[in-house]
């Protein structure tokens, strides 16, 4: 019996397909018979997937090797030619086992004769790592992508969406050749009026650990991050993200600077990143009820009634630790304006970052903002109808 977090054969294949996009097309029509996939494959393809399935799927390569040595019609290159240096005890075991009836059907085995080139393509393939930040966007998530050499050859892509209140959202793997990786990470850092930025891959991987350890108990990581995520949050204690590396380059911020966020706020350059609470929903419902109702006195009052609104909110909605969560969007934001040139703009996410740093209050004109921009929908019709009664009192 398989132990009980292995996998069979036809799901790991999938899995492979996933991360090996290059060969997808080819491994998924085999739909997990192991002699059609050494039919589809060529050489090289088919040593790649095993390769894959040996270093991440152990038991599933082991049978996979198994199931191609026992066949004498098929061609044993990709057995011959997998690399042992990375495998665990378990997947080390099953090649053995697989060059052993090789051996049994007069199959030479020895030492590669490409091993040293092997090893000096492994060392130009380590060189090759790097990682891309997003702006964060009005949802207040962001992608961040981990670029890292594959053992077995080319590039593995981690893509991954980030939210500081929601956690982990996505994750996927691609299997890319290096070029096409470098190509891919040129490509989407220069996409667009907002691209993503170069960020090192070590704060990059402080910042998925962080925003993994605020992962909410109501929603589960990504089974393949749950599987990933020592080796791509594994950095030393202290590790600072790209936010902390901006704050650092950038200095002592004058408070003033947070006059600039409240406007790129309302510019809807930041933010206005939705709490996920239900009292925003019932805000919007008092708002649009003073709407319906008629207010005794001027349109002033009707205002002063809205402002004390939106003042209570502010208290209620933007404490701990939603109050934490925005600080650290700002920071990030920070780094992302300080990579685009515009280090004023980085201040200012500096400086709104550190007026998250205390608890909100009605003297917080960046949460004030950040709510004013996600109720504007019904302020604005609120203020359209306040219009609407002053023409039709002028009319008469």
Same mark, same amino acid.
């Given at each position: 019996m398989s132990p009980p977090d292995s996998i069979g054969l036809p799901e790991a294949l999938e899995r492979a397909a996933t991360a090996l996009r290059s060969d997808a097309d080819v491994i998924r029509p085999a739909n997990g018979d192991p002699y059609?996939?050494?039919?589809?494959?060529?050489?090289?393809?088919a040593t790649r997937v095993l390769q894959w399935l040996l270093e991440n799927e152990p038991l599933a390569g082991g049978q996979l090797a198994a199931d191609w040595a026992d066949d004498p019609d098929l061609d044993p290159a990709p057995l011959l030619r997998a690399d042992a240096r990375p495998l665990s005890k378990v997947a080390k075991k099953a090649l053995r086992r697989a060059h052993h009836r090789l051996r049994t059907r007069g199959v030479e085995i020895g030492e590669p004769a490409t091993e040293k080139v092997v090893a000096t393509i492994g060392k130009v393939e380590e060189a090759l790592s790097g990682a891309v930040v997003t702006a964060v966007d009005p949802r207040g998530s962001r992608m961040v992508y981990l670029v890292e050499a594959n053992p077995s050859g080319g590039t593995r892509i981690f893509e991954i969406l980030l939210d500081d209140e929601r956690g982990i959202g996505a994750f996927e793997i691609y299997g890319a050749a290096r070029g096409k990786a470098s190509r891919f990470l040129q490509n989407i850092t220069r996409r667009g009026d907002r691209p993503a930025v170069d960020a090192p891959s070590d704060s990059v991987r402080a910042l998925i650990a962080r925003? &993994?350890?605020?992962?909410? #108990?109501?929603?589960?990581?990504?089974?393949?991050? =749950? /599987?990933?995520?020592?080796?791509?949050?594994?950095?030393?204690?202290?590790?600072?993200?790209?936010?902390?590396?901006?704050?650092?380059?950038?200095?002592?911020?004058?408070?003033?600077?947070?006059?600039?966020?409240?406007?790129?706020?309302?510019?809807?350059?930041?933010?206005?990143?939705?709490?996920?609470?239900? &009292?925003?929903?019932?805000? #919007?419902?008092?708002?649009?009820?003073?709407?319906? =109702? /008629?207010?005794?006195?001027s349109d002033a009052a009707r205002r002063e009634q809205v402002d004390g609104i939106l003042d209570a909110a502010v208290t209620e909605l933007y404490g701990e630790p939603f109050a934490s969560r925005c600080a650290e969007r700002f920071e990030e934001m920070a780094y992302v304006y300080w990579k685009w040139g515009k280090e004023d703009d980085a201040r200012a996410c500096l400086a709104a970052a550190d007026a998250f740093g205390s608890p909100a209050s009605t003297e917080h004109p960046v949460a004030r903002a950040l709510l004013e921009v996600l109720l504007s929908p019904v302020l604005n019709r609120l203020e359209a109808a306040a219009g609407d009664g002053e023409a039709a009192g002028e009319g008469r």
């Amino acid at each position: 019996m398989s132990p009980p977090d292995s996998i069979g054969l036809p799901e790991a294949l999938e899995r492979a397909a996933t991360a090996l996009r290059s060969d997808a097309d080819v491994i998924r029509p085999a739909n997990g018979d192991p002699y059609r996939l050494h039919e589809l494959l060529d050489a090289d393809a088919a040593t790649r997937v095993l390769q894959w399935l040996l270093e991440n799927e152990p038991l599933a390569g082991g049978q996979l090797a198994a199931d191609w040595a026992d066949d004498p019609d098929l061609d044993p290159a990709p057995l011959l030619r997998a690399d042992a240096r990375p495998l665990s005890k378990v997947a080390k075991k099953a090649l053995r086992r697989a060059h052993h009836r090789l051996r049994t059907r007069g199959v030479e085995i020895g030492e590669p004769a490409t091993e040293k080139v092997v090893a000096t393509i492994g060392k130009v393939e380590e060189a090759l790592s790097g990682a891309v930040v997003t702006a964060v966007d009005p949802r207040g998530s962001r992608m961040v992508y981990l670029v890292e050499a594959n053992p077995s050859g080319g590039t593995r892509i981690f893509e991954i969406l980030l939210d500081d209140e929601r956690g982990i959202g996505a994750f996927e793997i691609y299997g890319a050749a290096r070029g096409k990786a470098s190509r891919f990470l040129q490509n989407i850092t220069r996409r667009g009026d907002r691209p993503a930025v170069d960020a090192p891959s070590d704060s990059v991987r402080a910042l998925i650990a962080r925003v &993994a350890s605020h992962q909410p #108990a109501n929603r589960s990581a990504p089974r393949g991050f =749950s /599987e990933w995520r020592s080796r791509i949050t594994g950095v030393a204690e202290g590790t600072p993200t790209p936010g902390m590396l901006a704050r650092g380059a950038l200095g002592a911020v004058d408070t003033t600077a947070g006059e600039r966020a409240v406007e790129l706020v309302r510019a809807k350059a930041l933010g206005p990143w939705p709490p996920e609470n239900p &009292a925003l929903q019932e805000i #919007a419902e008092k708002i649009v009820e003073l709407e319906k =109702s /008629e207010v005794e006195g001027s349109d002033a009052a009707r205002r002063e009634q809205v402002d004390g609104i939106l003042d209570a909110a502010v208290t209620e909605l933007y404490g701990e630790p939603f109050a934490s969560r925005c600080a650290e969007r700002f920071e990030e934001m920070a780094y992302v304006y300080w990579k685009w040139g515009k280090e004023d703009d980085a201040r200012a996410c500096l400086a709104a970052a550190d007026a998250f740093g205390s608890p909100a209050s009605t003297e917080h004109p960046v949460a004030r903002a950040l709510l004013e921009v996600l109720l504007s929908p019904v302020l604005n019709r609120l203020e359209a109808a306040a219009g609407d009664g002053e023409a039709a009192g002028e009319g008469r």
